[in-house]
C-alpha cells in the first residue's frame, strides 16, 4: 500500500472515534458548567460550546460532597461499597469460573460432557428471568440490605467465563499437566500453580470484564440496597435525581459520573495488552 | 535405583482398542532398555502405564518389588522427560529444575517456621539441598548460564538438556524418556544421542526409553524390546537383535536398508539339500541344511542383510538397477532374473554402473530363514 493511502485509513477511524468520544464530551463539557448552562443544556444543545467559556472545576468536590443524604460521607460509603464488591467479585470471578473451567477441561468424570451443556444452556436465560427467584432467596436467607447477594454469587462462577477459561485449558498440552503430575502436584496445585499462570489473558479478559459489569451494574444494588450507607456508587448517581425522577443539579451528575468512569479507563488501560492477547486467543493458531 | 518389573501387562482403552497384550518384562537396576516398534505398537502407552499416567487394565507392575498398579504418578519415584519437553513456560529454566523438589519440600509449615528455630534450621538446610541439586544437574548438562531464561527463549537442544535436568535433578529410582528427541533436527539428535549414552554411563541409572527410530534404539539400549500391535517381538541386546531376529517383522524393523526377503522352497536332489532362490538351485551347506531338514519339499522365507550381498563370479543372476552414491558406501538395487527386487550395500570404490548384468553369491551361512506363515518366526 503506498504511504498516501494509507493515510487515507485514518479518515473513517478518526471519524468512528469522534462518534464514539462524543458522549463523553458531553459529559465533560456538562460537568464544568454552571447550574444553569447545564440546566439549559438538558433541554437545547443551544448552550453547548465546544468548551466551556468558565470552566466550573468546583462542581467535581461538590458532587463528590452533594452525593448522598450525609455530606462526604455518603460519597466516601458509596466508594466504598463499589470498592468491596468489585475487589471481592472479581476474585470470586477468577478463582472460581477457573477451577470449575479446569475441572470440565482435565478431570475426566461421568457425566462432564452433560454438564458443561447444562452450564452452557444457562447463557441463554435472560437475567430478568431469575431476578424475582433469586430476591426471593435472598430475602428468605436475610441478605436484603447487605452486600452478600452481590458478592455471594461470584464464588459459584459465570458461564461465560467458565467456557472461555475452559476452552484455554483445554488448548494446554496434557504432557505438561502429565509432568506436574510427575513432579508432585495433585489437581489444585497443577490449577493453581501451571494452569492459571498460564491463562493470564484470560484471567486479564475475565477480570477487566466482572470489574467494569460490577462497577457499572444500577440493577443489582437497586433491587439489593435500601438504606443509604449501603448503595453503590452507580445507585448514589441516582440521588441527583429528585422524587419526581426529574434531573437536579446535571452538572455534578455528569461529574460524578465522569469520576466514576475513572477506575475503568485507567483499568483498561493498564491491561490493555493483555486484554487484547486474550481476545485474540484462539483466533490465531499457535 | 531400581528394577522394574511388568508382568502380564494388559491396556485396553474405553473403546476396546487393545494397545498392549499381556507384556512381560524385566528390566534390572541400572540397565537402560529400550522400546522401539512403529506408531501405534504400544511402546508409550507401556511406558506411560510404568509412569502412572495410565491405568492399567490387568497385569502388574512392580518397581522394586512393590506393586505400583494403584500407587499414583507423583509417588512412583520416576522420572519422565516427555517428547515435547514439557517444561512449564512461565517459570525460569532454575525453577522448572527446582518445581519437583519444591514440590517435595518436608518443612512447608509457615506456622512453624516462625515459631520453631529448629524448625527454620532444617527448612533452610533444606533450600539450600535444593539449589546445590539443581545447580549440580545444572552443571551437568552445561546448563547454568542458562539458569534464568524462559523456555521460550531457548533453542530445541537447550530445551531438550533442561527437560532432561529437571529428571535429573529429583535423583529418582527410574528415568523414563518417550521420545525425547524426535523434535530435534538430525545433527543435534546425533549430539544428544551420545549425551544421553554418557549420561546413562555417569549416573548408572535405570531407564526406559521409548523410540520409533531403530538405530537410536540399537545405539542406545543394553537390551531392545521391539513391539508391534501390543506384542513384544523380541527382547534382547541389540546385537541379537540385529544378528538373530526372531521374526521376520523384527528383521524387517531393525537394519538400514531393510533386510531383503526372498521366498523359497527346500529340495533334496542327489543326495543334497538344495534351495530354489529365484529358479536357481542353491546347495545349502551343512549347518543350514541340517536347520532347514524339517522343511524339506515347504517354502521357507531366506533374509539376506544388505551388507552381505556383493557381485561376484557366480551366484543368481540380477541387474543393477539404481545406485545411491552415499560417499562411504553404495546401496545398489538389483533386480533379479525372477522380477524380485533387493537391495546389497557395497564399498564405495568398488565400481558398478546401472543396466549392468551381475551375479551375486548368496551367503548362506549368513542368511536367516523365517516360516512362511504370518508369524515368520525364525527357523534355527
Not at chain 2, 554411563?201 to 508391534?228: C, F, P
Amino acid at each position: 500500500m503506498s504511504h498516501p493511502r494509507a493515510r487515507l485509513i485514518y479518515v473513517p477511524l478518526v471519524l468512528g472515534s469522534l462518534v464514539m468520544m462524543f458522549p463523553l464530551w458531553w459529559m465533560l463539557n456538562i460537568s464544568l458548567a454552571t447550574p444553569e448552562r447545564a440546566g439549559a443544556a438538558t433541554v437545547s444543545t443551544d448552550a453547548l460550546r465546544l468548551w466551556p467559556s468558565d470552566p466550573q472545576w468546583s462542581n467535581y468536590p461538590e458532587a463528590m460532597r452533594e452525593v448522598g443524604s450525609r455530606e462526604w460521607v455518603g460519597f466516601l460509603d458509596a466508594l466504598t461499597n463499589s470498592v468491596v464488591v468489585t475487589t471481592i467479585t472479581v476474585i470470586a470471578t477468577v478463582l472460581s469460573c477457573s477451577l470449575v473451567a479446569y475441572a470440565l477441561a482435565r478431570i475426566r468424570f461421568r457425566g462432564r460432557r452433560s454438564l458443561f451443556l447444562v452450564m452452557l444452556a444457562t447463557m441463554m436465560l435472560p437475567p430478568q428471568v431469575t431476578m424475582i427467584p433469586l430476591f426471593l432467596l435472598f430475602r428468605a436467607l436475610g441478605w436484603i440490605d447487605t452486600l452478600l447477594p452481590l458478592i455471594v454469587p461470584a464464588f459459584f462462577g459465570n458461564a461465560f467465563f467458565i467456557f472461555m477459561y475452559r476452552q484455554f485449558f483445554a488448548s494446554v498440552p496434557e504432557a505438561l499437566v502429565e509432568a506436574a503430575r510427575i513432579d508432585g502436584c495433585g489437581h489444585v496445585e497443577i490449577w493453581w500453580r501451571i494452569m492459571l499462570p498460564l491463562c493470564r489473558p484470560v484471567t486479564a479478559i475475565t477480570a477487566v470484564f466482572t470489574f467494569i459489569f460490577v462497577w457499572n451494574d444500577f440493577l443489582g444494588p437497586l433491587i439489593y440496597l435500601h438504606a443509604d450507607e449501603r448503595v453503590t456508587l452507580a445507585v448514589a448517581l441516582n440521588s441527583f435525581r429528585n422524587r419526581y425522577g426529574g434531573l437536579e443539579d446535571v452538572q455534578y451528575l455528569m461529574a460524578l459520573s465522569l469520576v466514576t468512569m475513572v477506575p475503568c479507563i485507567v483499568l483498561f488501560f493498564v491491561a490493555q495488552k493483555q486484554l487484547i492477547e486474550g481476545l485474540s486467543k484462539g483466533a490465531v493458531k499457535g | 535405583m531400581a528394577s522394574i518389573t511388568l508382568s502380564g501387562v494388559s491396556k485396553v482403552f474405553e473403546d476396546g482398542f487393545c494397545a498392549v497384550d499381556a507384556l512381560d518384562l524385566e528390566i534390572e537396576d541400572r540397565e537402560l532398555v529400550v522400546l522401539v516398534g512403529p506408531s501405534g505398537c504400544g511402546k508409550s502407552t507401556t511406558l506411560r502405564m510404568i509412569a502412572g499416567l495410565e491405568p492399567v487394565t490387568s497385569g502388574t507392575i512392580a518397581i522394586d518389588e512393590r506393586v505400583v498398579n494403584e500407587v499414583p504418578a507423583k509417588d512412583r519415584d520416576v522420572a519422565m522427560v516427555f517428547q515435547n519437553y514439557a517444561l512449564y513456560p512461565h517459570l525460569s529454566v532454575r525453577k522448572n529444575l527446582s518445581f519437583g523438589l519444591e514440590r517435595r519440600r518436608e518443612y512447608t509449615s509457615f506456622l512453624q517456621r516462625v515459631v520453631s528455630s529448629a524448625y527454620r534450621r532444617e527448612a533452610r538446610a533444606e533450600s539450600s539441598s535444593i539449589k546445590s541439586r539443581v545447580e549440580h544437574a545444572a552443571a551437568m548438562l552445561g546448563i547454568t548460564p542458562l539458569f534464568d531464561r524462559r523456555p521460550a527463549e531457548l533453542s530445541g537442544g537447550q530445551r531438550q538438556r533442561v527437560a532432561v535436568g529437571r529428571a535429573l535433578v529429583r535423583d529418582p529410582s527410574a528415568f523414563l524418556f518417550d521420545e525425547p528427541l524426535s523434535n530435534l533436527d538430525a545433527k543435534l539428535r546425533l549430539e544428544m544421542r551420545t549425551e544421553l549414552k554418557a549420561l546413562h554411563k555417569k549416573t548408572r541409572a535405570t531407564m526406559v526409553y521409548v523410540t520409533h527410530d531403530q538405530e537410536e534404539a540399537m545405539t542406545l539400549g543394553d537390551r531392545i524390546v521391539v513391539m508391534n500391535e501390543g506384542l513384544v517381538q523380541q527382547c534382547a541386546t541389540p546385537a541379537d537383535v540385529y544378528g538373530r531376529p526372531a521374526n521376520r517383522f523384527v528383521a524387517e524393523f531393525v537394519g538400514t536398508p531393510t533386510m531383503n526377503f526372498l521366498e523359497t522352497s527346500v529340495h533334496f536332489t542327489e543326495g543334497r539339500l538344495f534351495i530354489m532362490v529365484a529358479g536357481d538351485k542353491v546347495p545349502l551347506p551343512g549347518a543350514v541344511g541340517g536347520t532347514l531338514s524339517p522343511f524339506l519339499g515347504r517354502g521357507v522365507v531366506m533374509g539376506l542383510r544388505p551388507e552381505t550381498l556383493h557381485p561376484g563370479a557366480h551366484g543368481v543372476a540380477a541387474r543393477v538397477e539404481l545406485i545411491e552414491d552415499l560417499g562411504d558406501r553404495q546401496d545398489v538395487v538389483y533386480r533379479l532374473d525372477s522380477g524380485a527386487r533387493i537391495v546389497g550395500r557395497i564399498p564405495s570404490d568398488t565400481r558398478l554402473r546401472e543396466d549392468l548384468r551381475v551375479h551375486l553369491p548368496l551367503d548362506l551361512e549368513r542368511a536367516h530363514f523365517f516360516e512362511d506363515t504370518d508369524e515368520g518366526m525364525r527357523i534355527g
